[in-house]
């Protein structure tokens, strides 16, 4: 869509500002896949430290995909409010896995209780 939005006359992808968000927002989104695919190895493997990286991954993962979703609605301006390009779902959606299986300041305290212990 930023290669189809204009702004003085130019698709706002052509802007440097425009063009750095999207490669941070990329590479959050790359960056929370590993750590994802860090967690779920460690779940199947049964490894002691499993529930805390699913933790901080559940948290990570929730927050950057929050962030990556917001600033796509952002790119989109007003039209990201519409449901016809359905970034105002994936917005709604997010919030809400922030808050279910555990909101993420429980997952803080389960990444800290287990840093912690003995």
């Not at 805390?52 to 995909?65: E, G, H, L, S």
């Amino acid at each position: 869509y930023a290669k189809e939005r204009e702004q003085f006359g130019k698709a706002i992808a052509t802007f440097q500002n425009t063009a750095f968000k999207l490669a941070d927002m990329e590479t959050e989104l790359q960056a929370a896949r590993v750590m994802l695919y860090e967690a779920a190895g460690r779940l199947d493997g049964k490894t002691p430290d499993a529930t805390r990286w699913c933790a901080m991954a559940k948290r990570f993962v929730t927050d950057t995909a929050f962030k990556v979703a917001n600033d796509a609605l952002q790119i989109h301006g007003g039209y990201g409010y519409l449901a016809d390009y359905g970034v105002e779902r994936i917005v709604r959606d997010l919030r809400v896995h922030q808050i279910l299986e555990g909101t993420n300041e429980i997952m803080r305290v389960i990444i800290s209780r287990d840093m912690l212990k003995d």
